[in-house]
């Protein structure tokens, strides 16, 4: 059992700044790829950045520049730096995490946080 539990959402003015973070608790033998997904209203939640084990990062097109994901493997914990927030920014963002439970078990676990709001206005 994985527990994933995001921190750092709010609201913010256009342009401004929020940093997100995400911690994974629980039976972990380690933590394949992490990262951050983002649900509009009236959208489908779709993939804002991730980062892999060997620590290469992938991006939307519509957040390059703007935003940064890191990642603590020692906290098991995966941060996205938003810089130059958007109001299409706006959106529930939820942590997403890959974790192997056991040593010899390669199995992969699927692992969602509940989300965090991020809201920015005009």
């Known amino acids: 059992q994985v527990q994933l539990v995001e921190s750092g959402g709010g609201s913010v003015q256009a342009g401004g700044s929020l940093r997100l973070s995400c911690t994974a608790s629980?039976?972990?033998?380690?933590?394949?790829?992490m990262g951050w997904y983002r649900q509009g209203p009236g959208k489908q939640r779709d993939l804002v950045a991730e980062?892999?084990?060997?620590?290469?990062?992938n991006y939307a097109d519509s957040v390059k520049g703007r935003f940064t994901v890191s990642r603590d493997n020692a906290k098991n914990a995966v941060y996205l730096q938003m810089n130059s927030l958007k109001p299409e920014d706006t959106a529930v963002y939820s942590c997403?995490?890959?974790?192997?439970?056991?040593?010899?078990?390669?199995?992969?676990?699927?692992?969602w946080g509940q989300g965090t709001q991020v809201t920015v206005s005009s």
């Open positions: 629980g039976s972990i033998f380690s933590v394949d790829n």
């Open positions: 980062v892999f084990s060997d620590g290469s990062t």
């Open positions: 997403h995490a890959y974790v192997q439970h056991y040593f010899r078990d390669n199995h992969l676990y699927n692992y």
